[in-house]
């Protein structure tokens, strides 16, 4: 079981379908897109990312098998008992060869880090089908995420209101976070990264095969930013598909450490070089998923790992 999917990202026009689906402004899916949900649909291995919970599997499953998997280390009742791996497959693996279905149930999977226990929610008959979707691509990730919404009856809350102001955003904060979303300012964050998509369409959309670079925006930006967050360079502006100078700094940054032409472009040798990194790395230096409800948190490790890589690539850039 090696769980590898397709790897592929989303594709210009995604985004504006998923929003069309859903009737509301593609400006809103955007800001929740962002804030809401993990950079980058798969890993580098092409796994779709994914986060296990093992107060999830404790609740999903009865003694004997429970105490079994609670010895194991794979279960334990409370949220937080232990820090996370970096890498969770390893557990989800010995998990679903224990607890099968329950197992698939307690993990997070892709871009809108569905929780496999929604499902049902989600248009899937189980778990394991729903992690088969995964594995398709980072569209059929987002279209789970739509049916997710409309099963929450969350599409009105996202529709009809003043999005530049956090209390607009509060109940979908709240439905979609728990009720600690404010400690986390998830309501601020989405009203801010709303004001930047919905300003004019100033920037232009790059083409097939274009080289991307400063001004242009969509999806094969956003996954240029994704990636490069990945391999720990900081974006806190946000993955939010659009290129410009924080962008173009970390693309210039990139190709000074790859020892390529740094003229802030991403083209052929560009792409090649951040995904030959990509498969490269073990560990992931991106920011952590989204939080659900009870999830654990490793934001400091992570941002502090990110840091230090981004420390190192700028000291490479000054002796280039």
Not at 146 to 174: C, H, I, Q, Y
Not at 184 to 198: D, F, P
């Amino acid at each position: 079981m090696e769980f590898v999917g397709t790897g592929r990202r989303l594709a210009q026009g995604d985004v504006g379908d998923a929003a069309r689906a859903l009737g509301i402004e593609t400006a809103v899916l955007l800001a929740f897109l962002e804030v809401e949900a993990a950079g980058r649909g798969f890993d580098s291995r092409k796994r779709p990312k994914m986060l296990f919970e093992p107060h999830v599997l404790y609740r999903h499953t009865k003694v004997p098998l429970r105490d079994r998997l609670v010895a194991l280390g794979l279960a334990y009742k409370s949220w937080g008992t232990k820090p996370y791996p970096s890498d969770s497959y390893p557990r989800l693996k010995q998990a679903v060869e224990l607890a099968k279905e329950a197992a698939w149930k307690s993990a997070s999977y892709g871009l809108p880090q569905i929780l496999g226990e929604n499902h049902a929610d989600a248009g899937f008959t189980s778990a394991a089908t729903l992690f088969a979707a995964m594995t398709q691509g980072e569209r059929e990730q987002l279209l789970a995420m739509v049916a997710l919404l409309k099963s929450w009856n969350m599409a009105p809350l996202l529709r009809g209101k003043d999005f530049t102001t956090p209390e607009s955003w509060a109940p979908v904060a709240k439905r979609y976070n728990g009720s600690g979303y404010a400690k986390h300012n998830y309501h601020g964050r989405l009203a801010a990264a709303y004001v930047k998509h919905s300003k004019g369409n100033a920037m232009a959309l790059p083409g097939a095969g274009a080289v991307l670079e400063q001004g242009m925006k969509g999806e094969a930006v956003r996954n240029v930013q994704a990636d490069l967050q990945a391999l720990g360079y900081s974006f806190p502006l946000g993955v939010d598909g659009r290129f410009g100078k924080e962008t173009l700094a970390n693309v210039r940054l990139f190709q000074a450490a790859a020892g390529l032409n740094v003229d802030g472009k991403v083209g052929p040798a560009t792409l090649k070089a951040i995904a030959a990194a990509l498969s490269a790395k073990e560990e992931d230096f991106s920011p952590p998923l989204p939080e659900w409800p009870g999830q654990a948190s490793s934001k400091f490790l992570s941002v502090l790992l990110a840091a230090i890589a981004a420390f190192f690539m700028r000291i490479r850039k000054d002796k280039a």
